[in-house]
Each structure stands twice: as C-alpha cells, then as structure tokens.
C-alpha cells in the first residue's frame, strides 16, 4: 500500500513527535509494516526510538540529498518492529542544501517512491515551521495529520497550516488530502479543552479522529528510555490511547 501521512503542525510542543513515534509503534502492533522519518533536526522521533541520532551512520539528511541509497539510511529496529530513519542536525544543512537543487520541493517524494511499496505506512515527523522539510514531507505524503493542543490560539494556528494545505493541493500535490486533527494532552477536566474541542468538531467535522490523547506521564517519560510507550508501558492511558487512533487509521482505510 505505502501511505505516506506527514504528521505536521508549525506550532511546537503540540505532541507531533510523540504521535510519530507511538503510532508508527502502534500499527506496527497492529502488524503493519512502517517506517518512520525523522525530518526534525532536534531528532527526538529517532532518540525516542532508542537511536542515537549522533551515532548513525546516514539520516534523513542523506535520505533527502541522496548521498547513499535510500535503503542505506533506513535503520530497522526489530525489538520495536518497525524502521526508522533517524533526524539531527545535518538537516539544517540539507535545508540549504535543497534550495538549491532542482526539484527541490519533491526530493523526499522521488526518493520514496521506489521503496514505498516495502512499507504499509511511512510515517514523517515534521520540524515545528512550514520550511523546506515540511514541504518536502507535504509534497511527498498521500495525507496530513495534524497533532493539536485544545487552547486558545491553537484554532488561529489550524487556519494558518489549513491555507497552507490548500496551496500545496492547487499546485503541487492536488491528491493531498487531511487525514484527521488529533486532540492531545486532552485534559477532560477543563473548559477550555472542551470549548475548543467542540469549536473545532463543529468546524471540522469527521476530520477530528474520534481518538483524543490524553494528558499521560507514560508518554512523556517513555522518550527518555528510548521507547515508544507501548514498550514502556502498555497498560498506560497514553498506549491505549495511541492503539485506539492506529485502530481508527486502519479502520477508515477499509471504508
Ligand atoms: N499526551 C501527552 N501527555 C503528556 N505529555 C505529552 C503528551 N504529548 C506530548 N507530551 C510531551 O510534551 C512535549 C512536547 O511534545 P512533542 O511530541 O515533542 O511535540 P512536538 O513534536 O510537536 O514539538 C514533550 O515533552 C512530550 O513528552
Ligand atoms: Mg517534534
């Protein structure tokens, strides 16, 4: 199948990361083949995989610049049961790198292309900014999925990243669609997580996953074992949580 899905929001903080690495953990539980891209310098999606982004011998950044073969720059990590090709600070390089290059804005899209049928998702993690990586991750995905916070300025953001959508879809990826907004750190308790929620269901519709993740100090401590928190702890509200939104992604899938 190879859906690619960028998993993207400008704003920082906003749980992008933490829904890279433990959806790509949870449908690989659900026996799926996927990969996961790093294409943050800060590499937290790599560490939080247990690989250490300074050690690797070929990342995203070769992955983009084509220094090696793409295969060479995936890294499998059996215990966790998926692949990962992991992100640091040479990506900051290749930003520079690629606005000189031809193509520039479908880089990652060629280099995927032969190697997406080995996978049944290919999941990429964003920077915090709409630069030349997110485009790149934007031209290349079949969808986006965009991790949010229920505050106050998040629906300002969401209609900032939405126009930006519109002008990727009317020139150069028309077939980008919106996978789904995520609700994270979803705290049941407060108002305005609830006001904001409902604003954004009114608005939004069937694109908010049906999913929200809640506030978990699991997820929040798993990064610093190297672990998804399906690994670190599965019975954790957090790792429910993420097999309920890999279990929604699979399910609309069929429909
Ligand atoms: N649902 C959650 N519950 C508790 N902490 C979370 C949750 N999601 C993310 N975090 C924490 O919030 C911080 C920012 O999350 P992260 O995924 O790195 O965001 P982004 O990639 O968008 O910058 C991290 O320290 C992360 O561990
Ligand atoms: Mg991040």
Known sequence: MGKIIAVTNQKGGVGKTTTSVNLTASLAAAKR????????????????????????????????????????????????????????SDLTA???????????????????????????????DCPPSLNMLTLNAMVAANSVLIPMQCEYYALEGLSALMSTLKSIQNSVNPELYLEGILRTMYDDRSRLTKDVSEQLVEYFGNKVFRTCIPRNIRLAEAPSHGLPVLNYDKTSRGAVAYIALAGELIRKEKN
């Not at 943050?40 to 939080?48: E, I, L, R, T």
């Open 33 to 88: 083949r996927v990969l996961l891209i790093d294409l943050d310098p800060q590499g937290n999606a790599a560490m939080g995989c247990g690989i250490d982004k300074q050690k690797v011998s070929h990342s995203s950044y070769d992955l983009l610049l084509e220094t090696v073969p793409a295969s060479e720059t995936i890294i499998n990590v059996p215990e966790l049961g998926f692949a990962v090709v992991a992100g640091n």
């Open 94 to 124: 290749a930003e520079v790198h690629l606005m000189q290059a031809d193509r520039r804005e479908r880089r990652l899209a060629d280099v995927l292309l032969p190697i997406k049928s080995q996978f049944d998702y290919i999941l990429i």
